[in-house]
């Protein structure tokens, strides 16, 4: 699967969990919005999602706790050119968009997204709809998925998750090895681990990146043992991007609280493969697949998602190996492209590890 911004280079995850940017806004966030900077008073404030908020006066206030959502930063405060799982930006340097405030974790991420601001931002996935019949033909075409891939109930026996995977990049005149491990244990309950070694470095030259999300935690901790809560908002940004991956699609179709939706939105070929293509939706996710009509091999996978300078793209993956007896035959690599492009690049192999529940 694509590479999220939780760590752009080695440097971004230094300077995220070292740096302390400033979590209160100067001015009164209300006033903002009618056009008016106008500094807040630091006896009249409000705190929200992380970040406090100073008011000019107790009316702005009172506005802003009617209404939080529509005057607080945007992603709970996190880099608005980096995204909802990038750095936290600093709340001296804002920016206003379409009515919606966001903060920055640079000067250059400032002046990025001010220039091209429709280029990060990620809108939010919309519900499909259809027929009585299109939803028919979706769940038919994702059930093939499911039986090519081992069947009903191995998938709903395989309750933990683990994926592995790594790749080598270069940044600047070195060269680093990233691991990246995604694990599953419940439909909230997720890990991903982003760790940088640098070739022919030191252990102090090593980096590690954590998100974990359990029912009643969300955090991010950095490799100098740093943990930083996520917001609501950031917390539904991170189980977006892992309830991409083709196991928990899968898994949310036996969970009848996912609120899966399956439509079949049309059909084509692909390669040497005659495909219906679907869409599936639950828990705000909105995922696009190209499923084999004769043999139910899972072809391709289309989403959202961000590329290496953070700007948000439409991503097609295509499926070129798969996990062996030992798993479910999930995708184990990818050919992946970006906005339409005729030639992507073909990411690392993945090692695929399922398991029952575990002990309690």
């Known amino acids: 699967m694509p590479q999220s911004p939780l760590l752009n280079t080695p440097e971004a995850v230094s300077n995220a969990a070292n740096a302390t940017p400033e979590r209160t806004l100067p001015v009164d966030p209300v006033l903002l919005q009618l056009g008016k900077v106008v ?27 009617r209404e939080p959502a529509r005057f607080a930063a945007q992603q709970g405060g996190a880099c608005g050119r980096m995204g909802p799982l990038g750095g936290l930006g600093d709340a001296r340097r804002y920016a206003l968009q379409e009515g919606m405030l966001y903060f920055f974790a640079s000067d250059e991420c400032m002046k990025l997204f001010r220039a091209q601001p429709r280029r990060y931002m990620e809108p939010a996935d ?6 009585p019949e299109q939803q028919a033909a979706g769940l038919a075409a994702l059930d093939r998925w499911i039986a090519w891939s081992g069947g009903k109930d191995a ?7 683990t994926q592995v995977s790594t790749r080598r ?3 600047g005149a070195d060269s680093w090895d990233i691991t990246e491990t995604l694990e599953f244990a419940g439909p909230h309950t997720m890990r991903r681990v982003d760790v940088w070694q640098k070739v022919g470095g030191t252990p102090k030259d090593n980096y590690q990146y954590e998100t974990l999300v359990t029912p009643d935690t969300a955090v991010i901790t950095s490799s100098n043992g740093r943990t930083t809560a996520l917001a609501d908002s950031r917390r539904t ?10 196991y928990a699609i899968m898994r949310a179709r036996y969970r009848p609280e996912a609120g899966l939706l399956a439509l079949k939105t049309g059909e084509g070929t692909l390669g040497d493969a005659r495909c219906d293509y679907i869409v599936t939706w639950f828990e705000g996710n909105a995922t696009y697949l190209a499923i084999d009509k004769e043999t139910g091999r899972l072809v391709q996978i289309g989403h959202p998602g961000r590329v290496g300078d953070a700007s948000v793209a439409s991503l097609t993956l295509d499926a070129v190996a798969y996990a062996g007896p030992e798993a479910l035959r999930l995708p184990t690599q990818w050919v992946v492209s970006s906005n339409a492009e005729k030639d992507g ?13 575990a002990a309690p």
């Open 169 to 171: 990049v270069l940044q």
């Open 237 to 246: 940004a991170f189980e977006r991007l892992m309830n991409r991956q083709p």
């Open 126 to 131: 919309e519900i499909p709809a259809g027929t």
């Open 155 to 161: 998938v709903k026996a395989a309750k933990m998750f």
């Open 345 to 357: 690049f073909k990411g690392p192999v993945a090692s695929i590890k399922i398991a029952p529940a």
């Open 39 to 65: 500094a807040g008073e630091r006896s009249i404030f409000v705190t929200y999602e992380g970040n406090t908020y100073i008011f000019a006066n107790a009316a702005t206030r009172d506005q802003f706790n």
